[in-house]
């Protein structure tokens, strides 16, 4: 029988490979499917490229490929005989062969036990070989096959506590001696004793003294405190305050130098008041946790999970859970979201077989294929079954009903995504917005010249700029895909109630005093809509008129409406830390949308454009000298000059100040000095050019003189591309196409290949989603796009500005760094909350705490 295995093996040893460092195994899911080990037909993993595929979907790789030899892994799930030990460890047969493969979490480890099965099987003719076979397989084959089921999964999660040096327990930790001395730690408020630092705290165990740490090399840290005071008391453990969790805190002993384990640390700390096991408030149902350092949102938590209600399940297609792979809820939301529009579903799902048949070898590496997969694992009904009549009737027996679908894991969609990204390829939690623009950048450069799903996003923004004193417009406009609307805490409908809670807060911060019940603000729609309309100033605008810097104000407008509307609430700020920090507040987001007052208009009558000149590159000191004189003296506002001039600033820059802001205040005076005080000639006299019309350009012009805006990018920019190799020509088309942004150009370059220029491609030129909020974004771009255009611009779809609210992501927690999301999206006339894994018919669905709300097009009709 040997022989007869050795020689069967013969023709297709050359595509058997033994796996090697850095080759990734997949062994635990297919790349077409959610097809696991666990799955009926099982997996089947090649033994040439190491890509797992389901049954249906191996057939297709043998196809394209020719390799014939596959490993199938099967794991057979049964529950454990009546009367078997609770708690027991899973009982593995063939230990060996899945040794790296993950439990399935959905099954519980006390309740079932696995059998775990491996053959290999020769194409086209399906012929088996039951594992282990040393004896009589080939030696490279055997080596091959157990290198392939000790393979860790290509996946699974690296243990980074293995690289760490392992921490001791304090020899101090069981014979502690702590100071009666009265003292309590309130949960929050914490400040030095000596200094008023109130970050890097540490409290001492002995007598409860709040000290900070050491200094750092980059300036944070704390002032050295804490171990001042071990040298004075010789007390000799501390702990870290925003550290305590239900789980521990990070304990460092001055003796000993070290950081240590204190198996006493609940006792030690309720000493002093502070009850770790009351911490668990923290955890919600799903084990994520709130930020440490801020007061946990309870009732937040609760409202947007629609916690305490007694929630319906509800399965098939649509009604697909997706997995938290830890800190990964803003993917699933996002991907809920996303494939409930049809023109998503029609892409990826829709052309599911044409995807797959033309997929790369490596169909892990390919983002169609990916979107695909996971597209039809939410909609295809497959994985969101509900529980067997006898299944029910056994568990309600048993008092311990607790079915819910499996839902299905996006760490292929996850990885890939992610990859080379800073922070989408960590495992942190990360902000929604910023991964669904990030999505949408991926699905436009991945549909050039194909349909593209993220049309439905795409709008165009009127941008309107006037010059405070020429009273000049020009208007250009850009792409969009997403509106930031501003939240005016200062429209509170309970304004009162905020300031006395904020009253409170600072009292309790003093005094040492836990922090009064937080207070929600209460902010109307409308006046968010109000502030997002309200024009606004722009950071160092140069006016064409005038041939200098001057105030200019800008407003935005829609040039056209998208199918689909995303508004995100601008729900966070950065802390003093640079850590996002949300607002807690609550706005009534309508159900019904109209937005066709915000339509673009263009030009109007009696309305003078700027002149289409660009700032000039190099402005020599001569050239102010010589300006000097060359014009009548400006009429200036000498009052609101003095009173600027009162304030301390330079007489000559408040006279510059009123004059570029038009005479329009001292207050608007002063924000330009604000804007202009760094900057080297601040305090020089005021220098004004010709106001004669300088007419347009030559080569002859001084060096200094302003350009027609109509001219070449700047030559420093096309060099720097040049220099990487790119033809000049394509540089400069690069540079026009993105507003002379360097970054967005090369992007540009790589997805608009020379060779193939053309219309539908130029179509595509400026399709980068810009993150700025729509009414501040400080976009001065002069290139104009129309949807008019035959040739160029952007494809956008434009139709009447009423929307209707399907669809919301909610965010828990204090930061976009932690906490959790949920979304909630409606359905046949019904609201449904996806979390995670979990699908349930909404009973109240919190739109006033969402995030980001997604509106689709109402119909004319």
């Avoid at 910023?434 to 010249?449: P, T």
């Avoid at 030559?715 to 400069?732: K, Q």
Wanted: hydrophobic fraction near 35%.
């Amino acid at each position: 029988m040997a022989a007869d295995l050795g020689e069967l093996l013969v023709p297709y040893m050359p595509t058997i490979r033994v796996p090697k460092t850095g080759d990734r195994v997949f062994k635990s899911e297919c790349t077409f499917s959610f097809d696991s080990p666990e799955s009926e037909g099982g997996l089947y993993v090649c033994m040439n490229t190491f890509l797992g595929f389901g049954r249906e979907h191996v057939e297709r790789h043998y196809r394209k490929t020719g390799q014939s030899v596959y490993m199938h892994l099967k794991r057979h799930v049964k529950e454990k005989a009546t009367g078997a030990a609770g708690g027991a460890i899973p009982r593995r047969r063939n230990g060996k062969v899945f040794l790296d493969l993950e439990l399935n979490r959905d099954f519980n480890g006390e309740d079932y036990e696995y059998e775990d099965e491996a053959k290999l099987v020769i194409f086209p003719d399906h012929f088996e070989i039951p594992l282990p076979n040393i004896e009589e397989l080939p030696a490279l084959v055997t080596i091959a096959c157990d290198a392939v089921l000790n393979a860790p999964s290509a996946y699974k999660k690296q243990e980074a506590e293995s690289w760490e040096e392992e921490i001791q327990v304090s020899r101090h930790a069981r014979s502690l001696r702590q100071l009666d001395n009265g003292v309590r730690i309130p949960p929050s408020g914490w400040k030095c004793q000596k200094c008023e630092m109130r970050e890097n705290l540490w409290l001492n165990l002995t007598d409860g003294t709040v000290l900070c740490g050491k200094w750092f090399f980059d300036g944070s840290g704390g002032n050295g405190h804490a171990l001042e005071h071990y040298r004075e008391t010789n007390h000799p453990l501390a702990v870290k305050l925003d550290t305590i969790t239900p789980d521990g805190a990070d304990v460092y002993s001055f003796e000993e130098e070290e950081a240590v384990l204190d198996p006493n640390i609940s006792d030690h700390l309720a000493h002093f008041g502070i009850d770790m096991l009351q911490m668990l408030q923290k955890r919600t149902e799903n084990g994520h946790h709130t930020d440490n350092n801020a007061r946990p949102r309870v009732s937040e938590w609760e409202v947007i999970q629609e916690s305490g209600m007694k929630l319906k399940a509800v399965y098939g297609s649509g009604y697909t859970g997706v997995k938290n792979l830890g800190n990964s809820c803003y993917l699933g939301t996002v991907m809920q979201v996303l494939f409930s529009i049809p023109d998503f579903q029609r892409m990826y799902v829709g052309n599911l077989q044409r995807i797959y048949d033309y997929s790369p070898l490596d169909p892990s590496q390919d983002f169609a294929t990916q979107m695909a997969k996971l597209g039809h694992g939410l909609l295809s009904g497959q994985f969101s079954k509900p529980p067997m009549k006898s299944e029910l009737i056994e568990q309600v027996m048993k008092e311990e009903y607790k079915h819910q679908q499996k839902g299905v894991s996006p760490r292929m969609l996850k990885a890939l995504v992610g990859r080379g990204h800073p922070e989408f390829s960590s495992n942190r939690q990360q902000d929604a917005h910023e991964f669904l623009l990030h999505i949408i950048n991926l699905v436009e450069r991945n549909s050039a010249g194909s349909e593209n799903p993220s049309d439905v996003f795409r709008f165009l923004v009127e941008e309107r700029v006037q010059c405070c004193q020429s009273r000049r417009v020009r208007y250009a406009e850009r792409v969009d895909y997403c509106i930031q609307l501003p939240t005016p805490i200062e429209a509170a409908t309970n304004r009162e109630e905020l300031l006395a809670y904020e009253a409170k807060r600072k009292d309790a911060e003093e005094n040492m005093k836990a922090p009064p019940e937080p207070v929600r603000a209460r902010i109307p729609f409308t006046a968010c809509l109000q502030a997002f309309t309200e024009p606004e100033n722009v950071p160092d605008f140069w006016s064409s008129a005038l041939q200098a810097k001057s105030a200019g104000v800008k407003t935005s407008r829609f040039a056209s409406f998208p199918e689909y509307l995303i508004v995100q609430v601008k729900k966070f700020t950065f802390g003093v830390d640079w850590v996002p920090k949300k607002l807690d507040l609550a706005i009534d987001v309508p159900d019904f949308l109209d937005l066709n007052r915000l339509r673009a208009t263009g030009l109007q009558a009696g309305e003078e454009e700027l002149p289409d000149l660009m700032p000039p590159i190099v402005l020599p000191e001569d050239t102010r000298d010589n300006s000097m004189g060359s014009v009548d003296s400006p009429e200036i506002d000498e009052v609101a000059v003095m009173q600027l001039a009162e304030m301390g600033f330079p007489l000559e820059a408040c006279r510059k100040a009123v004059y570029y802001t038009g005479n329009m205040g001292p207050e608007m005076a002063f924000n330009w000095i604000i804007a202009h005080m760094e900057e080297p000639d601040f305090a020089e006299p005021l220098a004004l050019p010709s106001m004669m019309d300088p007419g347009p350009s030559t080569s002859d012009s001084p060096m200094g003189a302003a350009t027609p805006l109509a001219n070449s990018p700047p030559e420093e920019s096309i060099a720097i591309l040049t220099s990487m190799g790119f033809p000049r020509t394509h540089s400069i088309q690069a540079l026009k196409a993105t507003n002379n942004n360097l970054e967005r150009a090369l992007d540009w370059i790589f997805t608009h290949p020379e060779e193939e220029e053309s219309d539908v491609l130029s179509d595509m030129a400026d399709t980068e989603p810009n993150d700025n909020a729509f009414s501040n974004a400080n976009s001065h771009s002069d290139s104009t796009l129309s949807p008019d255009r035959e040739t160029s611009g952007p494809r956008v779809k434009d139709g009447p500005g009423r929307y209707e609210l399907f669809a919301f992501i909610s965010h828990m927690g204090a930061s976009t760094m932690s906490g959790h999301y949920v979304c909630h999206i409606k359905k046949e006339g019904r609201w449904l909350i996806y979390n995670d894994h979990k699908v349930c018919l909404s009973e109240r669905p919190p739109k006033d705490l969402g995030y980001i709300y997604f509106y689709h097009r109402l119909s004319s009709s």
